[in-house]
Structure formats: structure tokens, C-alpha cells
T-cell receptor, first 111, second 114 residues
Framework: GESVGLHLPTLSVQEGDNSIINCAYS??????FIWYKQESGKGPQFIID?????DKRQGQRVTVLLNKTVKHLSLQIAATQPGDSAVYFC??????????FGKGTMLLVSP | DAGVIQSPRHEVTEMGQEVTLRCKPI?????LFWYRQTMMRGLELLIY????????DSGMPEDRFSAKMPNASFSTLKIQPSEPRDSAVYFC????????????FGEGSWLTVV
């Protein structure tokens, strides 16, 4: 969903469900993308990255999908756990430029 | 390694006062970044250094903000005079590259200006 006002888009799931978090990035020329996880009171932490010459990359319990046609990035988390509750950000860059971060999505996992 | 270390973790100050935020990057990282995070604007890059030299300060909001990196293990972000709209979380991050998966963030300095 889109961020409106002061509220982050929020995704609420049950423990054990699969979660999909979406991100629309801004620059069609961006060639590198990262997903970060930010837990309450902490700084962002790297989860997984993908380059523009790929459309899918898998990690441990996480998968990132890239659709360059519509400038869309998604993060899939399998078997979501309460410890996955956090704000998730996508970030993009072009070449050796610095990262530009999206606004974030809050993931709430209920036991 | 202890990670990126920031201080103070929390600061409440009165409008008009000077605020100094401090950062110790990870040893061996030659890039250092200062970010500001607010609900309205998300995570914004203020300035970054490479080998202690400021490379891009175009994100610094105005002249009230300044940043220095006197050596490879220490950086400061100063706000003088502070204003209520400066209330935010300020993150320092360090890296071996300008972008990419080697960027590590500190835990942030939570600033409230009243």
C-alpha cells in the first residue's frame, strides 16, 4: 500500500504464514536493490540484495523478486515468526551512487 | 567488532541549544554516512565521507547543520541552533563501499528538541 500522512503501511500476519512486502522504486535506471529490516529502537539491518540483471534471489527464508517493467520489488518471508516483526525498507542505487531508501512497511506477526 | 557506535542514544534539548551527535565507525570502513529518519520523510542521507573527506553534503538541510570527521574513527554531526523540527532519529552508518550490502548502521541517536 501507499504511505499516507504519518502512518506506515502495515501488514499483519499470523505466525507460520508467508508474508509478502512490496516496494515501488523510483528510478527505472537503478541497478542494485537491497531490503533492510529495522527492529524497534535499532538501526536498519541488511537482509538480502539483488542486481538488476536478476529477477529473483533467495536467501534463508527470504526471497526477493524484481520486476523492472513496473519498477516493483517484493520481499517474501516464508513461515513468518514473531521475531520477524519490524519495519522493512527497500533501497535502490545506480552504479556507485549512494542508496535511496523507500518509506517502509511495518510487519506485525501474531503468535 | 562492536559495530557502529553512536552517542548519545537519547537527547532532549531546548530550542536554540547546540546539539552534538557522535559516531565511531567500524574499523577499516572508509565510508561514513549520516542519515536522518522521520515518519514524514523516512530515511534521508544528510552527508557522507570517504577517507575522512566530505564527499556529498547536499542532504544537509541548512547551515545550522555541520558534520566533521577529524580522523578515521570519529565523526560528529552538530546542529546549532537546534529547532523543534530537527527532532528525529539520526543514524550513523559505515561501509567499505558507497552503496551495497556492506553498510552497517548504528543504533541511532534519538533527538527531541522542545
Amino acid at each position: 500500500g501507499e504511505s499516507v500522512g504519518l502512518h506506515l503501511p502495515t501488514l499483519s500476519v499470523q505466525e507460520g504464514d508467508n508474508s509478502i512486502i512490496n516496494c515501488a522504486y523510483s528510478n527505472s535506471a537503478s541497478d542494485y536493490f537491497i531490503w533492510y529490516k529495522q527492529e524497534s529502537g535499532k538501526g536498519p539491518q541488511f537482509i538480502i540484495d539483488i542486481r538488476s540483471n536478476m529477477d529473483k534471489r533467495q536467501g534463508q527464508r527470504v526471497t526477493v523478486l524484481l520486476n523492472k517493467t513496473v519498477k516493483h520489488l517484493s520481499l517474501q518471508i516464508a513461515a513468518t515468526q514473531p521475531g520477524d516483526s519490524a519495519v522493512y525498507f527497500c533501497a535502490e542505487s545506480l552504479g556507485y551512487s549512494t542508496l535511496t531508501f523507500g518509506k517502509g512497511t511495518m510487519l506485525l506477526v501474531s503468535p | 567488532d562492536a559495530g557502529v557506535i553512536q552517542s548519545p542514544r537519547h537527547e532532549v534539548t531546548e530550542m536554540g541549544q547546540e546539539v552534538t551527535l557522535r559516531c565511531k565507525p567500524i574499523s577499516g570502513h572508509d565510508y561514513l554516512f549520516w542519515y536522518r529518519q522521520t515518519m514524514m520523510r523516512g530515511l534521508e542521507l544528510l552527508i557522507y565521507f570517504n577517507n575522512n573527506v566530505p564527499i556529498d553534503d547536499s542532504g544537509m538541510p541548512e547551515d545550522r547543520f555541520s558534520a566533521k570527521m577529524p580522523n578515521a574513527s570519529f565523526s560528529t554531526l552538530k546542529i546549532q541552533p537546534s529547532e523543534p523540527r530537527d527532532s528525529a532519529v539520526y543514524f550513523c552508518a559505515s561501509s567499505t563501499t558507497r552503496s551495497g550490502n556492506t553498510i552497517y548502521f548504528g543504533e541511532g541517536s534519538w533527538l527531541t528538541v522542545v
